[in-house]
């Protein structure tokens, strides 16, 4: 049999010896033999730093030089811009000897170097699914001449795409391109955490008729060092001026400051707050130590020169940094040498922790990972559940979860994506033009996203459009886009099939830092890009905020966020973690206190035996350990079908983890008993929401007929048969 190596083009070979490697890797290896071999779509699943990109690619490239294509050759398609920067760079050195060139395409590349595409299409494009939506509608005539001899389709970080909105608008945009082109190209997906491969390999499958390949490989084991501390936040802190005796600190930010000194680390946060709160605290001690300034932030909302700066300094191997993020890096982006990561609180998902603990050991050193738990100072006031340090819990269950199963969360797909409907259904009428109504929901609907839209639905969806007048009939009974969606439509954040947020730009001396969501009031104090700032000037119609530099504590948030969903799996791993009398070997000392107070409460309450605890006066607590769609089920059960058949007063939750119930005169027993019911009765969906609840929780939902939406909601954000599965076993 042919070496893989020896098949691959001569200025690949030349650039892999430059690198000083001795060998092919066995990823690289066996995606070569896919690619030269076979017609099948590839599926890349592999480590962190296992050389998935460069597996995708040295036989795709390969292909390209041997048979040039008459268009662009291939795609690559990424979550996020900063993944495409650092993309770019390293295909632009593999590629300098070849005359294949590289394309970056999202918001903040420049015009003049999209029209160089554009002008001759070639080689390879690397893109955001909000640019390619671009180019369907703006540049629907040219598609061909673009893509009409597309080779190849590199996904990168799928995980972050299947059972998502964009992951859905990907595959409807692949459709359109085959469709557009009558060109199919081979689909490769990359991905370091996937738990189940079959349900990966059926969607990047999806509306072709290759079957996908996913090369097994028996990698060595990998080498983690965990850690988990928890502290007691004491809060604001007054210090004096030169006082610089670590006592005078805040522990938990004296902590990360130890951890982080002397290293280069990346911490993750759960939100964009958290991230700038860290960073301001780490910047506050280092100044009173006399320490450098080596904290950088990097969100969503930091300016684009500001972020790249957080990404060159990460990179660079000679120098020091200390970056706080949250998702933007978590993906691929290779970072080099790390010495570790901290984790603020517990990621969402175990797919998160894998995804963030990957950005250390990337060349074959051990991956650390130093999680903080902090909560705020007990004050005895507590309610019961708020006495349980759920993040310290959640945490624990992430990591053995995978210690010990290798499991990781499945993706959940829509059944009934009503708002990337609209979207797809508007985008496709503005790149086409006018169709008649059949040849819309022919284009429609056979994309994989709505294959279990009927007919019926498409025909109330479409008449509710033309009663809005976004969408108009031509006398010769055509659709077109209607008026009233032409502002809406022409607007470039319609790309994006993600909820936009309103932003206001904060300036400092005319230079942008980064953006806000929640306005401030002049005077008002927050920190952006790690540093706090004062407010000067709130220009409401250009949404712009002027700002001057501050040493004073910060006074509002500048972001609003949630933690996502969390699987059922990871509170019931929870629960065994209050149960069992393990002594995790990664638990400080700290987080070992902790959690054994909050065994012995927990036992000492019944908690874990009880899951419907009597507190005081007529209030009751509800631990149900149910991931948040089976929570949610159950809050949406007692508001709606119970609460008035018992007399509850009130229902309150710090989903997924408590409810609190104020009984009135019904008894803990009988809450608990008609609970039980639920695996007894026939419940039906429809029993909870209320007669007039309309639930819009998606971008164009407020365009949707309101039966779609409760359909929607009723089977996509409700789980009826699990929530019954789980209290059969109270």
Request: include cysteine; charged fraction near 25%; aromatic fraction near 8%.
């Amino acid at each position: 049999m042919q070496d893989p190596y020896d098949r691959l083009a001569p200025f690949i070979q030349e650039y892999i010896y430059a690198q000083g490697w001795r060998s092919l890797r066995p990823i690289q290896a066996e995606a070569c033999r896919v690619l030269f071999d076979t017609d099948r779509h590839l599926l890349i699943a592999a480590g962190t730093a296992s050389g998935k990109t460069e597996a995708a690619f040295l036989p795709a490239l390969t292909l390209l030089h041997e048979n040039p294509s008459r268009s662009v050759g291939a795609i690559y398609i990424s979550p996020i811009k900063a993944l495409i920067n650092d993309q770019f760079d390293r295909l632009t050195d593999l590629l300098q000897f070849a005359d294949l060139p590289v394309w970056a395409w999202h918001g903040d590349v420049s015009q003049s170097r999209k029209k160089k595409l554009l002008a001759n299409p070639r080689g390879i494009l690397q893109i955001t699914p909000e640019s390619l939506e671009s180019l369907l509608i703006n540049r629907s005539a040219e598609i061909d001449r673009i893509f009409g001899d597309l080779r190849f389709v590199i996904i990168d970080e799928v995980h972050a795409f299947i059972g998502s909105d964009r992951g859905c608008q990907i595959l409807c945009q692949l459709s359109r391109l085959a469709k557009l082109t009558g060109n199919q190209p081979r689909r490769i997906g990359l991905s370091a955490t996937l738990g189940d491969y079959s349900l990966a390999e059926a969607w990047l499958q999806a509306d072709t008729s290759q079957s996908v390949t996913t090369p097994k490989i028996e990698g060595a084991a990998r080498k983690i060092q965990l850690s988990i501390e928890h502290f007691y936040d004491p809060g604001l802190i007054v210090r004096a001026k030169g006082d610089s005796r670590d006592k005078v600190f805040n522990p938990y930010h004296l902590y990360l400051f130890q951890q982080t000194e002397g290293r280069k680390c990346l911490i993750f946060a759960n939100g964009r707050t958290a991230t700038e709160e860290a960073i301001a605290a780490l910047r506050d001690i280092a100044q009173a130590k006399g320490a450098p300034d080596i904290y950088h932030v990097h969100h969503g909302s930091i300016s684009a020169g500001l972020r790249e700066t957080a990404e060159e300094a990460m990179r660079d191997a000679e120098k020091l940094a200390v970056t706080a993020a949250t998702v933007t890096f978590e993906m691929g982006i290779d970072l080099g040498h790390l010495d570790r990561v901290l984790q603020l609180e517990s990621p969402a998902s175990v797919a998160s922790f894998l995804q963030r603990l990957g950005r250390s050991g990337r060349r074959g050193d051990t991956a650390e990972m130093r999680f903080v738990c902090a909560e705020d100072k007990p004050t005895g006031d507590e309610i019961l559940p708020e006495r349980i340090p759920w993040q310290l819990l959640q945490a624990i269950a992430i990591i053995q979860l995978y210690v010990e199963e290798k499991w990781i969360e499945p993706a959940r797909e829509m059944q009934y994506p009503f708002s990337l409907l609209y979207h797809q259904t508007m985008s496709t009428l503005s790149a086409l033009g006018e169709l008649s109504p059949s040849a819309l929901a022919q284009n429609i609907l056979t994309l994989p996203p709505f294959r279990l839209i009927t007919q019926d639905d498409f025909r109330l969806f479409l008449r509710n459009l033309i009663e809005l007048d976004h969408l108009e009939k031509t006398p010769t009974g055509g659709l077109i886009i209607g008026i009233s969606a032409e502002k809406l439509i022409n607007n470039f954040k319609f790309y994006a099939i993600f909820p936009d947020t309103e932003e206001y730009l904060v300036k400092h001396d005319g230079k942008a830092v980064g953006s806000i969501i929640v306005p401030p009031m002049e005077g008002d104090r927050f920190s952006l890009a790690g540093k706090t700032w004062e407010v000067t000037e709130v220009n409401a119609k250009k949404k712009t905020i002027a700002v001057k530099p501050s040493k004073k504590s910060v006074t509002s948030s500048s972001w609003r966020g949630t933690m996502g969903e969390i699987h059922t799996k990871v509170l019931q791993r929870m629960k065994r973690v209050l149960q069992e009398e393990t002594v995790y070997p990664y638990l400080q000392p700290g987080a070992k206190q902790r959690l054994q107070e909050a065994r012995d409460f927990t036992q000492a309450r019944g908690f874990l035996h009880q899951p419907i605890q009597f507190l005081e006066d007529d209030f009751c607590c509800i631990l149900p350990w149910m991931g948040t769609v089976s929570f949610r089920t159950l809050e949406r059960f007692l508001r709606f079908y119970a609460k008035d058949a018992l007399g509850l007063k009130s229902i309150k939750s710090r989903s997924p983890y408590f409810m609190i119930v104020r009984l009135g005169k019904c008894s803990v027993e009988t809450l608990a008993n008609e609970i039980r019911s639920i695996a007894d009765r026939r419940l039906e969906a429809d029993m909870l929401l209320a007669d007039d609840e309309i639930p819009k929780l998606q971008k164009f939902d407020p365009y949707i007929p309101s039966e779609l939406l409760r359909k929607s909601f009723m089977t996509d954000y409700l789980d009826i048969k699990e929530l019954t599965s789980l209290i059969a076993q109270w």
